[in-house]
């Protein structure tokens, strides 16, 4: 999972050209989606459901143990670089399904 989410970042910043705060929020919002699989048991991209990107939506709306809940607009930019991410792992060959798809 660290590969892949190494290579997207890699994409944004080369290929999309985000700016330096928005990688680095986004940085920020997958490293906080792959602590979330790796607490639910998902070790690889392959492995995600989208019942776990729906608890991980949740988890964003209302806040856990280590993490306050997002204001409106942090959660939708959460959700971008989710659906990204697995858009990305798809068209790369690294999955073969978007679990994040249907996912709003």
Wanted: no cysteine; glycine share 6%.
């Amino acid at each position: 999972m660290e590969a892949v989410l190494s290579s997207y970042l890699a994409h944004l910043a080369v290929e999309r050209g985000l700016a330096a705060n928005t990688l680095a929020s986004y940085r920020r919002d997958l490293r906080r989606y792959v602590d979330h699989l790796r607490a639910r048991g998902r070790l690889e991209l392959d492995q995600v459901g989208e019942a776990d990107v729906q608890a991980f939506l949740a988890a964003l709306r209302e806040g856990d143990g280590e993490h306050p809940a997002l204001v409106a607009s942090s959660a939708a930019r959460a959700v971008s670089a989710v659906r990204g991410l697995h858009r990305f792992a798809l068209r790369e060959g690294v999955t073969a399904h978007d679990p994040a798809h249907e996912v709003r």
